[in-house]
Every structure is written in C-alpha cells, then in structure tokens.
C-alpha cells in the first residue's frame, strides 16, 4: 500500500499518514481522535480502536500525537 492510498475505519475515510501504522500490533484498525482531556484539549492522536473501547492507559497499543513535532537528527 502506498503513503497516498486511504482505508476506512469506522465508515470514515482517511489518508494514509507516513509512520502511522492502518492496524495496531493487535490486528485492531487505527483511527484519528480528538482529545476532550483538560491538559490537551482539542489535540488530535492516533489510537487503537481495541485500547480506546477498554480505555486501555500506559499500554503498548499504537498512540501517537497527531501534532507532534518531527525530530530530525543531526
């Protein structure tokens, strides 16, 4: 699958992001939320659909921060 190709999770469409993985290690779809928690308020992250339906915290399930920066080394 190439970084342009889009899937469906939910019955919504997305876009590929690089380095965001379409399933977790789980065999669970990945998808796109936006935060409602006071300390980062409207951020959006990627998450595991299983982690997010248990309310799984400090797991190894996929989570990444939408707006992270990019970190390059030198």
């Known amino acids: 699958m190439s970084a ?7 019955g919504r469409r997305r876009i590929r992001t690089p380095g965001i993985p379409s399933r977790c290690w789980c065999g669970v779809g990945v998808t796109e939320i936006i935060s409602r928690s006071n300390p980062n308020l409207y951020h959006r992250y990627y998450r595991c659909l299983f982690a997010t339906s248990q309310r799984l915290e400090n797991d ?5 921060w939408v707006d992270e920066p990019m970190r390059y080394s030198s």
């Not at 342009?4 to 939910?10: D, F, I, M, P």
């Not at 190894?60 to 990444?64: A, D, R």
């Open 60 to 64: 190894n399930h996929v989570f990444k």
């Open 4 to 10: 342009a190709s889009s899937s469906t999770t939910g």
